[in-house]
C-alpha cells in the first residue's frame, strides 16, 4: 500500500512546486484512490494566481485540485462497497453529519465543513492534484462502465449544475436564460434540458462561447453581452435593462424568447445580475450561481414587486449519484460533455501549464477554452 506520494503544492501566487507526502493512515473505513483526472476550477484558477479566493486567504502551503476520479488501490476493514480496481468520482466536500444542516440534508452548507482544495478551514484539506489520496469510502461514487474518469472528474460541476436545478425547480417547458458561457454555465445548460425540457438562451461577452453552446446543443438560442464598464450607479441599471431587452430579442424557433422564466447567474457580475432581475418573468426565480465582488447594487424593488426570488447555490448536496445516473444514461437531451474538456496535460509535471492555459480564453490554436483536464 503506497505511504507517500508526489504532490503538487502552492506555496504562494503562482509558485506551484512538485513535493513528496506522507499519506495518512488507511481507517477502516476509508480507501486509497489514485487519482486520474482532475479538471481546474474557477477557485483553482483564483487561488494559483492570487494566492487567495475572495476573502479566503491561503495560510499554508495548499494542493489544489477538486474535480477528480481515480482508481481503488486499498480499501479499509468496513468497506463492503467498493473493492480495489473500482473506479470512482470523488465528492470531495467532508461534513460533520451531526450538525441541524447535515441532519437536514444540506450538508453542503456545513459549519464545519471541510472541502479538498479550499483554504476557508484551518488546517486545510488537501486537494487531489496528487498521486494517490486517501478518502473516506461514503464520499466516493462508483463508476459504471460506460462513464469514463474523465467524465467522472465532471461528476463535480455537474453537481452543481443539478444542485442549482434543485434549487430552481423550474417546471416543464421553461424558458430558462444563462449568464455565462463557461463550464458551469454550459452544464446548467445542459441540465436544464433535460431536467426542466426548458428552451435555453445563454448569454456571455463572447460570442465564441455562445456560439460553442447552441452547435453543441447546450443551448437553443444566444445573446453576445456588449463589453461595456458604467460607472455610476445609475448608468449601470440603465446598461443592464439593456443587456436585459437583448436577451428578450434572442430568437427561439419563431420568435423572440420575450422574459424568461428562470435565470442561472453563472458569471459572478454585477450588471448580470441586475439584467437578470429585469428580464426574469413574475413569479421567477434567479439562481446565484457565480462568485463575483461580495457587495453589489440590486434594483432590488423590481425583483420584490414582481415576486421573483433571489436563491442562493453553493456547491451541491444529495447530487452526485444522480449525476453519474445521467451521464450512463443515454439520454438524447444531454448534450456530448466530453467536448467540454477542450485542452489536456499529462503527468504532475504538466500541471503548471495546465494552469497557465486556464487562465486563458483561447489556446494557441485558437481553441477556446473551457476546461483544462491533467490526466495522470
Not at 228 to 251: C, G, N, Q, Y
Not at 266 to 271: A, K
Amino acid at each position: 500500500m503506497t505511504t507517500t506520494v508526489q504532490t503538487s503544492v502552492l506555496h504562494g501566487a503562482r509558485d506551484l512546486r512538485l513535493s513528496t507526502r506522507a499519506l495518512p493512515a488507511l481507517s477502516p473505513t476509508d480507501v486509497q484512490i489514485a487519482i486520474k483526472a482532475t479538471g481546474l476550477c474557477g477557485s483553482d484558477l483564483h487561488y494559483f494566481t492570487h494566492f487567495r479566493n475572495g476573502d479566503i486567504l491561503v495560510r499554508e502551503p495548499l494542493t489544489l485540485g477538486h474535480e477528480s476520479a481515480g482508481v481503488v488501490m486499498a480499501v479499509g476493514a468496513d468497506v463492503p462497497s467498493l473493492a480495489v480496481g473500482d473506479r470512482v468520482a470523488l465528492e470531495v466536500g467532508q461534513p460533520c453529519e451531526a450538525c441541524e444542516l447535515c441532519r437536514q440534508g444540506r450538508y453542503n452548507i456545513c459549519r464545519e465543513m471541510k472541502f479538498r482544495s479550499s483554504a476557508k478551514a484551518f488546517p486545510h484539506a488537501q486537494g487531489t492534484l496528487q498521486e494517490v489520496v486517501v478518502h473516506p469510502a461514503r464520499w466516493c461514487h462508483k463508476l459504471p462502465e460506460g462513464v469514463s474518469l474523465e467524465l467522472g472528474a465532471l461528476v463535480e460541476p455537474l453537481a452543481v449544475a443539478l444542485h442549482a436545478s434543485d434549487r430552481a425547480r423550474m417546471p416543464d417547458g421553461a424558458t430558462v436564460l444563462v449568464f455565462g458561457a463557461g463550464a458551469v454555465g454550459l452544464l446548467c445548460a445542459a441540465v436544464s434540458k433535460v431536467v426542466s425540457k426548458a428552451r435555453v438562451v445563454i448569454a456571455d461577452i463572447q460570442e465564441d462561447r455562445v456560439r460553442f453552446a447552441v452547435e453543441n446543443g447546450f443551448a437553443d438560442a444566444a445573446a453576445v453581452v456588449p463589453m461595456r464598464r458604467p460607472e455610476t450607479t445609475a448608468e449601470k441599471l440603465e446598461f443592464a435593462k439593456e443587456v436585459a431587452e437583448l436577451v428578450k430579442t434572442a430568437r427561439v424557433g419563431d420568435g423572440p424568447v420575450g422574459e424568461v422564466t428562470g435565470t442561472y447567474e453563472c458569471t459572478g457580475v454585477e450588471s448580470c445580475l441586475q439584467a437578470s432581475i429585469y428580464v426574469t418573468a413574475p413569479g421567477g426565480r434567479i439562481m446565484i450561481i457565480g462568485m463575483g465582488n461580495p457587495v453589489q447594487t440590486l434594483p432590488i424593488s423590481a425583483a420584490s414587486l414582481r415576486e421573483v426570488d433571489l436563491v442562493g447555490v453553493f456547491r451541491y448536496a444529495n447530487t452526485y449519484s444522480r449525476v453519474i445516473e445521467l451521464m450512463a444514461s443515454g439520454d438524447p437531451l444531454l448534450p456530448d460533455l466530453t467536448k467540454l474538456i477542450t485542452q489536456r496535460f499529462s503527468g504532475m509535471e504538466g500541471i503548471r501549464s495546465a494552469f497557465d492555459m486556464a487562465a486563458r480564453v483561447k489556446d494557441d490554436e485558437g481553441k477556446l477554452v473551457l476546461k483544462v483536464m491533467v490526466d495522470m
